[in-house]
């Protein structure tokens, strides 16, 4: 009775250890969406009511503020997901950004 029990646990540890060797790896990937909030640029586009941004209501330096804007959503972008897969995200879907070129300028954005 002892021999097969012996016999069992190895075969046991065998076919564990084969089963480990054999296992795929995987690489965790972050798919996300983020509301950007309003990411505006600072030009007047008269075929969009971009007059209504809150960039557009400033009367300071805009210019400043969209970079300061455009820098601190590129970080928190890069954030989303890294605690587990040690990256940024794969996919990210986002809403309420006013052209492509803010989208060019949200990755280009040094971090």
Known sequence: ????????????VVFSSYAQQGAKKYKIRTVGFYNLENLFDTKNDPEKNDEASPIMEMKGDKEEVYIDKIDKLGEVILQLGAEKAKTSPAILGVAEVENKKVLEDLVASER
Request: hydrophobic share 75%; glycine share 0%; aromatic share 0%.
């Open 1 to 12: 009775m002892r021999n097969i029990a012996l016999l069992l646990v190895l075969t046991l």
